[in-house]
């Protein structure tokens, strides 16, 4: 599992839950 992979899976998680949380 190569870091590249792992910093793209953490942005997208924190950029959706960061609209997920203002959401609410």
Do not use: D, E, L, T
Request: no cysteine; charged share 20%; net charge positive.
């Amino acid at each position: 599992m190569p870091s590249f992979f792992i910093s793209h899976f953490i942005k997208f998680k924190k950029m959706n839950w960061w609209p997920a949380q203002k959401s609410r």
